[in-house]
Nanobody, 125 residues
Framework: QVQLVESGGGLVQAGGSLRLSCAVSGSIYSISTMDWYRQAPGRQRELVAEITPGGATDYADSVKGRFIISRDNVKNTVYLQMNSLKPEDTAVYYC???????????????????WGQGTQVTVSS
């Protein structure tokens, strides 16, 4: 069983910063791409940022230049540094990992995905 546990959310004023963390634990052989998504009330979940094992990153246009995704491959943890926060960044933030649970998955080329429980980020104006 694989678990993803997010932390670091909270209430912050516009222009402020927060740093989210997501630790992956459990039966893992390897982790590929790690992502952060967010979902605001009444809206669909959207991809915010992603990072490959080698550190290549991609961002939604709405957060480029303000958010930074990073990862620690030893700790199996992904981070999201959020700067210059805006009220429209208010949402529940979820991490997601593409992983292989065992050597058998690796041999078969099988990939699995799991979600964290989410952490609330609220930005006041």
């Amino acid at each position: 069983q694989v678990q993803l546990v997010e932390s670091g959310g909270g209430l912050v004023q516009a222009g402020g910063s927060l740093r989210l963390s997501c630790a992956v634990s459990g039966s893992i052989y390897s982790i590929s791409t790690m992502d952060w998504y967010r979902q605001a009330p009444g809206r669909q979940r959207e991809l915010v940022a992603e990072i490959t094992p080698g550190g290549a990153t991609d961002y939604a246009d709405s957060v480029k230049g303000r958010f930074i995704i990073s990862r620690d491959n030893v700790k199996n943890t992904v981070y999201l540094q959020m700067n210059s926060l805006k009220p429209e960044d208010t949402a529940v933030y979820y991490c997601n990992a593409d992983y292989q649970a065992s050597y058998s998955d690796y041999i078969k080329g099988a990939h699995r995905r799991s979600w964290g429980q989410g952490t609330q980020v609220t930005v006041s104006s």
